[in-house]
């Protein structure tokens, strides 16, 4: 069974930065896509970037240039480093694992961007 933990969220001014982690267990990351997904009040869920099991990467037009998603394979651990933070960045955000038709979530953490 696959868990994903997410961590890193929190408060933070606009401009300012974090960095999400999610640690994956039951499974090794490297055979899968994992991504970072969010979700701000009102709205769909969207994804934010994702990492291929060959290491490409896809990121929202909104968030190319700031977010950097990135993977530890050693540590089983998943990234997401967000510069240049706007108050459209709040919302929850979400770590997803995909690999052979299973999909999987995190808990999600919260992300506010506010002065």
């Known amino acids: 069974q696959v868990q994903l933990v997410e961590s890193g969220g929190g408060l933070v001014q606009p401009g300012g930065s974090l960095r999400l982690s999610c640690a994956a267990s039951?499974?090794?990351?490297?055979?899968?896509?994992m991504g970072w997904y969010r979700q701000a009040p009102g709205k769909q869920r969207e994804l934010v970037a994702e990492v291929t099991s060959d290491a490409g990467t896809n990121y929202a037009d909104s968030v190319k240039g700031r977010f950097t998603i990135s993977r530890d394979i050693t540590k089983n651990t998943v990234y997401l480093r967000m510069n240049a933070l706007k108050p459209e960045d709040t919302a929850v955000y979400y770590c997803n694992f995909r690999c052979w038709g299973a999909v999987i979530w995190g808990q999600g953490t919260q992300v506010t961007v506010s002065s």
């Open positions: 039951g499974s090794s990351i490297a055979f899968s896509t």
